[in-house]
């Protein structure tokens, strides 16, 4: 989304926070609308495909209507990605531990990611703070809240999970992109270049290359088994921190 036009940043913040629409007597449009139509484009055909002019196409208006009520296409996209965000199910995540509640978080999170992959591709300058990204950021907050953690460490908990889930989900999405370009799978790829790996790589050996990329092929794939294995280890350590922090607190004589 490379642009030299300046952010007007106040006028997004003032979109971002909008109230209630009616609807132009003459085009039927509204920001809500505009952004409904950005996010069709995207689901679609990719954050790449959005443009002011396609979208307008897609509510069949001309462009420069759209200007009326868009500054232009970095605040379509920050306003799509908002809205987006609160698609998010936090339902599932009110019951049970705080591990529990931020595990719960972070899938709920991974699928939104999978439904909405171009949200991988939102370059974010800075944080963008809509009103849903500002109730996630706060719902998300309490779960991590008086369990031990001062103020920066409850930020860098949640910065830690949000930024490992939406790295699994990029390599994830990378790779089946490879096999959807290329046109094969990735056990078509290995058929193809085995013989001629086995040419150039006579003289070497890497038996535990070979034991552990022949293990790990499907899950990298086909599971969600980067997301578990690291989620998991994730949350262990921050349990140890906590459970650490809560003995030191029992130990202390007042």
């Keep these: 989304m490379a642009s030299s036009r300046k952010v007007d940043d106040v006028r997004l913040l003032r979109l971002l926070w909008r109230g209630a629409e009616e609807p132009s007597a003459r085009s039927g449009l509204t920001v809500g609308r505009i952004v409904d139509a950005g996010v069709r484009v995207a689901d679609a055909e990719g954050l790449e495909a959005v443009s002011m ?79 849903n990204a500002s109730d996630l950021f706060e719902y998300q907050l309490s779960i991590v809240d008086g369990i031990g953690l001062d103020p920066l460490e409850m930020n860098a908990t949640l910065d830690l999970v949000n930024e490992f889930v939406a790295g699994a989900a990029s390599r994830q999405r990378a790779i089946r992109r490879d096999a959807e370009e290329s046109g094969i799978s990735d056990d078509e790829w290995w058929y193809r270049v085995s013989p001629t790996l ?57």
């Excluded at 899950?219 to 088994?225: A, F, M, N, S, V």
Aim: avoid cysteine; glycine fraction near 8%; hydrophobic fraction near 45%.
């Design 53 to 131: 002019r396609r979208v307008a196409a897609e509510l069949k208006v001309g462009a420069m209507s759209l200007y009326t009520y868009v500054p232009g296409k970095e605040e379509l996209v920050y306003l799509m990605f908002d809205q987006v965000y609160g698609e998010l199910d936090v339902e599932r995540s009110r019951e049970g531990s705080w591990r529990q509640r931020l595990e719960a978080f972070a899938r709920a999170h991974w699928d939104l990611l999978h439904a909405h992959p171009w949200l991988l591709d939102v370059p974010l300058r800075r944080p963008v703070v809509g009103p």
């Design 198 to 254: 086995t040419e150039v790589m006579a003289d070497r050996h890497y038996p535990l290359s070979h034991r552990v990329g022949t293990a790990v092929a499907a899950p990298h794939l086909e599971t969600t088994y980067l997301l578990d294995f690291g989620l998991a280890r994730i949350l262990d350590g921050l349990e140890r921190l906590v459970e650490s922090r809560m003995q030191g607190a029992q130990g202390k004589v007042w």
